[in-house]
């Protein structure tokens, strides 16, 4: 009988998980399908030490963890990216590991299109005057400029780069890419630019990231980085919290060198918030790394992380 279990941080787990254990049983009639939430590393890993596939998408999987489970054989990640897995460990030891490859795409950048345009409308603002002024005055703001004409610059064009740029397109702004990948050739049907990271920096009036990340890599986003945003941008990252230097920002956000900030995603997933530099600014909306959410996406990471841990054992048994 394989071991196969699901396991993250306590909230992460709040969905249905019956339904889960019941999707992978379907494909898997034998397996033992148990549910570990991570609270304590020690007692963690000796709960896990007799898995044979991990279904998460948050944890650290490292050389030390795959060491506590030597019978491991996949790791399955709810989730598009893989960041969090020692990938070169696993293959040294011949562990798959196997992300999703779409399920979200829809609502990341509408997520990112909604952080955009709340701060270019100062919708903040005036929500606070409504909410606890209660002030009915359009000029109680100043220096708001139309988004038409103003310049995106997106870092990383995949598939969530290139919706978030299409829709961009269709509110008239003008699209530069940077691509680590040094991709120069516009496939999309709108008009793209590409461009080198310093251009980038320089010349857009919004700036979104949606980068992979190395974990062993330093923060792109970093004090050469926002000290080179000569127009002020605002800064949106529903990516990768690893991407983005906080400290960093938290300066250019007090010394003026960005407008403000979209974030959805921070340096910790468990982020002390009441303690966070970022809480309580006019100018910086967060949202709790809920881009990917909707009940359409959230079914399809599920039926897309449980049958790929089901296929992978049937077919490797």
Not at 4 to 22: A, C, G, M, N, W
Not at 152 to 181: E, H, N, Q, W
Request: glycine share 6%; charged share 25%; net charge negative.
């Amino acid at each position: 009988m394989v071991k196969v279990i699901i396991t993250d941080y306590p909230k992460v787990l709040s969905r249905d998980l019956q339904y889960e254990k019941e999707r992978i049983a379907a494909i898997l009639a034998d397996a033992e399908i148990e549910i570990i939430p991570y609270e304590n590393k020690e007692q963690w890993l000796s709960q896990v030490k007799d898995a044979v596939a991990l279904l998460t998408a948050f944890l650290p999987i490292d050389a030390e963890v795959m060491d506590a489970i030597p019978g491991l054989k996949c790791i399955a990640l709810n989730a598009t990216g893989y960041d969090n897995v020692d990938v070169a460990e696993a293959k040294k030891r011949g562990i798959a590991v196997i992300p999703i490859k779409e399920y979200c795409t829809e609502e990341v950048a509408e997520h990112t299109i909604a952080l955009l345009l709340a701060l270019a409308r100062g919708l903040k603002h005036y929500e606070h005057d409504i909410d606890v002024q209660h002030q009915w005055e359009y000029a109680s703001l100043s220096g708001l400029h139309r988004v038409c004409g103003q310049t995106l610059g997106i870092a990383g064009f995949g598939k969530i780069g290139k919706r978030v740029g299409k829709i961009a397109d269709a509110l008239g702004m003008k699209i530069l890419v940077y691509s680590p990948t040094g991709k120069t050739v516009n496939t999309e049907p709108y008009p793209v630019t590409f461009v080198s990271k310093e251009t980038l920096f320089a010349e857009s009036d919004f700036i979104t990231n949606h980068m992979a990340v190395d974990a062993h890599a330093a923060p792109f986003f970093d004090e050469e980085a926002f000290n080179a945003m000569r127009r002020q941008p605002y800064f949106l990252n529903v990516g990768r919290g690893a991407a983005v230097d906080e400290k960093a920002l938290i300066r250019a956000l007090d010394t003026g060198r960005l407008k403000g900030a979209g974030l959805d995603v921070l340096a910790s997933e468990a982020p002390d918030l009441a303690a966070s530099p970022l809480i309580g600014r006019e100018n910086v909306i967060l949202t709790p790394h809920s881009a990917f959410y909707s009940e359409e996406s959230l079914r399809a990471l599920q039926d897309i992380s449980c049958d790929n841990v089901g296929t992978f054992l049937l077919t490797h048994p």
